[in-house]
């Protein structure tokens, strides 16, 4: 049972275009949805959050949207970087004591072409 | 500021053996985590302490222990090593109001 989905396992962009990396989620109780950027051989980095009550984030050149209606959520980086090529993780929790619980997706490969 | 360390970077284990994954922070964290990833696939939740002396099981506990003594440190024990916990290992730890988990470098563990 995926409480977290990622359906597309792989992303191509030229660099300087818009990247959109999907996410789904099934558990209308996650409080909080963040995007996690994974090179090989590392641990996971957090690049942005949203909370339940927003929806939408802007850090620099990363924005999250939340549709909770629709229980999804996009992460669209503009421009697009070479740096940015990476596994994106998808994660939700919910909040206080033991609900604080990241529940990930199975990732997104994005690969920004020169 | 060291952030999240995690002992040892990779081992390879025979079936059967036992061994202590390590785990420290020094952010003074109260959560703290640990995942496993197994190819092509998302992070699963082994073990989870909300604070020193607390812990409690994620998604996949079989086959794993974990102690939580001091706030600084989670070590994740694994008893009797079989094929299917060849993995790569993350510890993570976040603080009270931010949702956002740090994560250390990851060990590579490989039972054969």
Redesign the interface.
Same mark, same amino acid.
Request: net charge positive.
């Given at each position: 049972d995926q409480q977290?989905k990622?359906n597309s396992?792989s992303l191509s962009v030229q660099e300087g275009r818009i990247s959109i990396l999907n996410c789904d989620y099934t558990n209308s109780m996650f409080?909080?949805f &963040?995007w996690?950027k994974k090179y090989p051989?590392? /641990?996971? %980095? +957090?690049l942005i #959050?949203i909370?339940s009550i927003k929806d939408k984030n802007e850090d620099g050149r990363f924005t999250v949207f939340l549709n909770k209606s629709a229980k999804h959520l996009s992460l669209h980086i503009v421009p697009s970087q070479p740096g940015d090529s990476a596994v994106y +993780?998808c994660a939700a #929790?919910g909040?206080g /004591? #033991?609900n604080? @619980? &990241? %529940? +990930?997706? @199975? /990732?997104t490969l994005l690969t920004v072409n020169p | 500021n060291a952030g999240v360390t995690q002992t040892p970077k990779f081992r390879i284990l025979k079936i059967g053996q036992s061994m202590t994954l390590q785990c420290a922070q020094d952010m003074n964290h109260n959560y703290m985590y640990w995942y496993r990833q197994d190819p092509g696939m998302g992070l699963k939740l082994i073990y989870y302490s909300v604070g020193a002396g607390i812990t409690d099981k994620g998604e996949v506990p079989n086959g794993y222990n974990v102690s939580r003594s001091t706030t600084e440190d989670f070590p994740l024990r694994l008893e009797l090593a079989a094929p299917s916990q060849t993995s790569v290992y993350f510890c993570a730890s976040k603080t009270t109001g931010f949702p956002e988990a740090f994560f250390g470098q990851g060990t590579r563990l490989t039972v054969v």
């Amino acid at each position: 049972d995926q409480q977290v989905k990622q359906n597309s396992p792989s992303l191509s962009v030229q660099e300087g275009r818009i990247s959109i990396l999907n996410c789904d989620y099934t558990n209308s109780m996650f409080d909080y949805f &963040l995007w996690y950027k994974k090179y090989p051989a590392e /641990g996971p %980095t +957090f690049l942005i #959050s949203i909370s339940s009550i927003k929806d939408k984030n802007e850090d620099g050149r990363f924005t999250v949207f939340l549709n909770k209606s629709a229980k999804h959520l996009s992460l669209h980086i503009v421009p697009s970087q070479p740096g940015d090529s990476a596994v994106y +993780f998808c994660a939700a #929790s919910g909040s206080g /004591g #033991s609900n604080y @619980k &990241l %529940t +990930f997706g @199975k /990732g997104t490969l994005l690969t920004v072409n020169p | 500021n060291a952030g999240v360390t995690q002992t040892p970077k990779f081992r390879i284990l025979k079936i059967g053996q036992s061994m202590t994954l390590q785990c420290a922070q020094d952010m003074n964290h109260n959560y703290m985590y640990w995942y496993r990833q197994d190819p092509g696939m998302g992070l699963k939740l082994i073990y989870y302490s909300v604070g020193a002396g607390i812990t409690d099981k994620g998604e996949v506990p079989n086959g794993y222990n974990v102690s939580r003594s001091t706030t600084e440190d989670f070590p994740l024990r694994l008893e009797l090593a079989a094929p299917s916990q060849t993995s790569v290992y993350f510890c993570a730890s976040k603080t009270t109001g931010f949702p956002e988990a740090f994560f250390g470098q990851g060990t590579r563990l490989t039972v054969v």
